[in-house]
């Protein structure tokens, strides 16, 4: 059997992304996790949130390593889902989205889109939380991510760390604002939107 993917950021801060959690979706509801990746977070935060039925999604490709994740014993997220943010979104309304490091991978015209429909099969009091590295008034907020924003780049041009006030101002064209920005470890944030 292929060994299977493993993440070590997603180790680290999984402790600290659960505190969020419990914070901001102590309601019982439905999670949409998008770009679940390896699986790590699906199969761990799930086992630790019961009240939450959490759905992991991503690209076909990723749907297996996340598959070999939800074998771990305290695992209860439900078996994954394909989701290009691009392409057919599934019905929902969901309670809660979840994202972690994936804006800074998808092009800005990707974010954008992933804001607006994510926004349209968020619930009328749902919540939508984003997870990972952002800039303030255009600014690197330490020399790690100015350094980690240039590797992006060099990857594809059409990556890189989003700006948080541009973020936020793509929420607020789909009337959700932000209602907390957590600091995170490894100079991450995490930002919670809602109405």
């Not at 057919?88 to 989205?97: S, V």
């Amino acid at each position: 059997m292929q060994e299977r993917p493993y993440s070590q950021a997603a180790e680290n801060n999984k402790v600290p992304i659960l505190a969020v959690l419990q914070k901001h979706c102590q309601a019982p509801g439905t999670l949409l996790e998008i770009g679940a990746g390896t699986g790590q977070h699906a199969a761990w935060l799930s086992g630790r949130l019961p009240h939450l039925h959490w759905q992991p999604s991503d690209m076909a490709a990723n749907l297996p390593h996340i598959r070999q994740w939800q074998s771990d014993p305290g695992s209860r997220a439900l078996p994954p889902i394909e989701l290009d943010v691009a392409a057919q979104w599934p019905a929902g309304p969901f309670d809660y989205l979840f994202t972690a490091n994936t804006f800074h991978i998808m092009a800005a015209s990707l974010v954008e889109i992933c804001i607006r429909e994510g926004c349209r099969h968020l619930a009328d009091r749902g919540k939508f939380l984003v997870y990972g590295p952002f800039n303030y008034d255009g600014q690197y907020t330490s020399d790690s991510n100015r350094q980690f924003d240039q590797w992006l780049k060099d990857v594809d041009d059409n990556r890189g760390i989003r700006d948080q006030e541009w973020v936020v101002e793509q929420f607020a064209r789909e009337q959700r604002r932000l209602l907390a920005d957590h600091e995170m470890p490894a100079n991450n944030r995490l930002l919670v939107f809602g109405d």
